[in-house]
């Protein structure tokens, strides 16, 4: 298995306050994601980073903020927390692979356990 | 844009029979298409992918999957349905258009297997 944690695995918090996740990576891969699941949706990016101080936002970005300080720490806050904000958060890596006769691409993505945020 | 639909929400099957879980897929470039596995309280695991070489598929723990682009088509596929099979199943499609290679997910297929 690929040397992602993510902590905490669950947090239990109240409306407006800050809470900020942590993924962490072992594998020196070059992006990171992080991702919400809710029931009926699937996954839904949140934001990814593409390098150490580069990210860019996802399709649920808004009331989400991210920071890349160094290849092997992604965080993910949320400036001031909302009950629609209650899900399964989870952290994926990837990095770029060749393939004969086709450029650089990065496709597999490595996922971390998964972060259980429950806001009252 | 790219985007990707799981024809079934959930899928129920008896130990023993085969496992078909439906994706199709949109994409205006060649696109890669993975399908990943989450059992539950768990991360994801990939399961397969393709990228541009042979149409079929193997994967991990018996599965395949074929390529079909006149269908745009990318459906799972087990011979045989194990009990350890029962778990949430992912189509998730990627056609690095602007080089982001951002993919997009399906939403999910549970797979139930009865004894």
């Known amino acids: 298995d690929a040397g992602i944690t993510q902590s905490p695995r669950h947090k239990v918090t109240e409306t407006g306050t800050p809470v900020t996740l942590r993924c962490h990576q072992t594998e020196n891969h070059r992006y990171m994601y992080w991702y919400r699941q809710d029931p009926g949706h699937g996954l839904r990016l949140i934001h990814y980073s593409y390098g150490v101080k580069d990210t860019d936002k996802g399709e649920v970005s808004d009331g989400y903020s991210v920071s890349r300080s160094k290849t092997e720490d992604f965080l993910l806050t949320l400036e001031s927390a909302t009950s629609s904000q209650t899900s399964v958060y989870f952290c994926?890596?990837?990095?770029?692979?060749?393939?004969?006769?086709?450029?650089?691409?990065?496709?597999?993505?490595?996922f971390g356990p998964g972060t259980r945020l429950l806001v009252l | 844009a790219q985007s990707v639909t799981q024809l079934d929400s959930h899928v129920s099957v008896s130990e023993g029979t085969p496992v078909l879980l439906r994706c199709n897929y949109s994409?205006?470039?060649?696109?890669?298409l993975f399908w990943y596995v989450q059992h539950p309280n768990k991360g994801l695991q990939l399961l397969l992918k393709y990228t541009s070489a042979a149409t079929l598929v193997k994967g991990i723990n018996g599965f395949e999957a074929e390529f079909k682009k006149s269908e745009t088509s990318f459906h799972l596929t087990k011979p045989s349905a194990h009990m350890s099979d029962a778990a949430e199943y992912f189509c998730v499609v990627s056609d690095g258009r602007g080089g982001s290679y951002i993919p997009t997910f399906g939403r999910g297929t549970s797979l139930i297997v009865h004894p």
């Open positions: 994926a890596i990837s990095d770029d692979e060749r393939t004969s006769g086709y450029p650089i691409r990065k496709e597999t993505q490595y």
């Open positions: 994409s205006s470039y060649s696109p890669s």
